[in-house]
């Protein structure tokens, strides 16, 4: 009985294995992703600025093409882009601007072993003002939310995935402006940005 017991449970763990080995070689999968960013402005001074980060979190959805060892992925998700901006006296100006990011991601799987592999992926990323908020306790009145803009960028990083789990480590970086005035102390700024994530593939 102890035998037939065993053989059962090798059974299903074979069955198992081999689903999750049929799953990691679908053509499209899509999954749901989320996890902690950290961005920083990058200025264009007239005056000396300290750039201080801004720490916030992601959430959104994501499609990826298989092409054998390539695979396409774009995804969309809810994030805060910003950044601290003080003065050696002064308490931080903060930008919190809330936005939908779309990463279009090429990547390539530099190790695949079924049900797991390592990749590498970058793209470009589009982001989509949702909200702005500027934080001026000094109430200098030289900051207006109205010159933040949409912004694009390039994304670029390393990623594993186990199973239906997959966790990103990714840089980014702005080659558009996120604040641009021509009369503010700050006459332009572009974001760069640390993003973890962990993702759950449900088909």
Avoid: C
């Avoid at 049929?22 to 053509?27: D, G, K, S, T, V």
């Avoid at 201080?52 to 499609?63: C, P």
Wanted: no cysteine; net charge positive; charged share 20%.
């Amino acid at each position: 009985m102890r035998f037939l017991g065993l053989q059962k449970l090798s059974l299903a763990a074979a069955l198992l294995l081999g689903s999750m080995s049929a799953f990691a070689e679908l053509p499209v999968k899509i999954g749901l992703k989320g996890g902690y960013s950290s961005s920083k402005l990058t200025t264009k001074l007239s005056q000396e600025y300290k750039n201080g980060n801004l720490s916030s979190y992601h959430v959104g959805a994501a499609l990826r093409f298989n092409i054998k060892n390539f695979y396409v992925q774009p995804e969309g998700y809810f994030t805060s882009k910003g950044g601290k901006l003080s003065l050696s006296n002064q308490d931080a100006v903060k930008f919190d601007t809330k936005m939908i990011d779309v990463p279009l991601l090429l990547g390539v799987k530099l190790l695949n072993l079924k049900v797991a592999n390592l990749r590498l992926n970058a793209g470009p990323v589009f982001s989509f003002v949702t909200d702005k908020k500027i934080t001026d306790p000094q109430n200098t009145a030289q900051f207006n939310k109205d010159n933040i803009k949409n912004t694009w960028g390039l994304q670029y990083g390393l990623g594993v995935d186990v199973l239906k789990f997959s966790l990103d480590v990714r840089l980014e970086r702005g080659f558009s402006d996120l604040y641009k005035s021509d009369v503010a102390t700050i006459n332009s700024s572009a974001n760069r940005m640390f993003l973890v994530s962990l993702g759950f593939w449900i088909l």
